[in-house]
Structure formats: C-alpha cells, structure tokens
C-alpha cells in the first residue's frame, strides 16, 4: 500500500535551517508530482510547494519562495524540503502529499528561540 513517512522536523532557531525528508514506498514514485504541505495551528492546511515527475519544474508559495528548496531523489524514492532563513510563522506540521490522493502524517516544525 501506499506509504509516505516524513522525518526530519524539530526545534530550530530563527534564521536557522532543516531538511525535511519524505520517504515514499508502495508505488512508483518517479510516475507523480509531489507536494508539501503546512497547517500551523488554528490554521488551515496550505500548499509550501510542488515538485515535478523530472524534478527539474518547481512551484513554490510566494511565502516561502527563496528561502525553501523541494528536490527528489527518484532512485531513493525520498522527497525533500530544504528550509532555510526559518522564521516564527513556519511553525507547522509539515506533510508530504502524493498530488491527487495520499498524505503522510506529519512532521511538526517549531521556530522559536
């Protein structure tokens, strides 16, 4: 079955950095765009970015352009969120999203000093 586990989050300081990891089994993951997604609390869960089946073609919120990175890596089946210059409002829970069907549940991310 469909399975997305995503690792990596944890407590980091304003203007720090983390990377996110996804990692994709029960299906052919070079045959879909992959998304991540945030839902802070008390918010509704919005779109951080998206990435293409060849990994060359982005799209990114105007809120996090310039400061996050989405790659993949097909043969690993692992998709990534690289987030520099963290700032208190991208505190959140951050899902991996196979576009169209399946989410993982969730990694939580905290900015704070």
């Known amino acids: 079955q469909v399975q997305l586990v995503e690792s990596g989050g944890g407590l980091v300081q304003p203007g720090g950095s983390l990377r996110l990891s996804c990692a994709a089994s029960?299906?052919?993951?070079?045959?879909?765009?992959m998304s991540w997604y945030r839902q802070a609390p008390g918010k509704e869960r919005e779109l951080v970015g998206v990435?293409?089946?060849?990994?060359?073609?982005?799209k990114y919120a105007e809120s996090v352009k310039g400061r996050f990175t989405i790659s993949r890596d097909n043969a690993r089946n692992t998709l990534y969120l690289q987030m520099n210059s963290l700032k208190p409002e991208d505190t959140a829970v951050y899902y991996c999203?196979?576009?169209?069907?399946?989410w993982g549940k969730g990694t939580l991310v905290t900015v704070s000093s």
């Open positions: 029960g299906f052919t993951f070079s045959n879909y765009a």
């Open positions: 999203y196979r576009t169209g069907d399946y």
């Open positions: 990435i293409f089946i060849a990994g060359d073609s982005t």
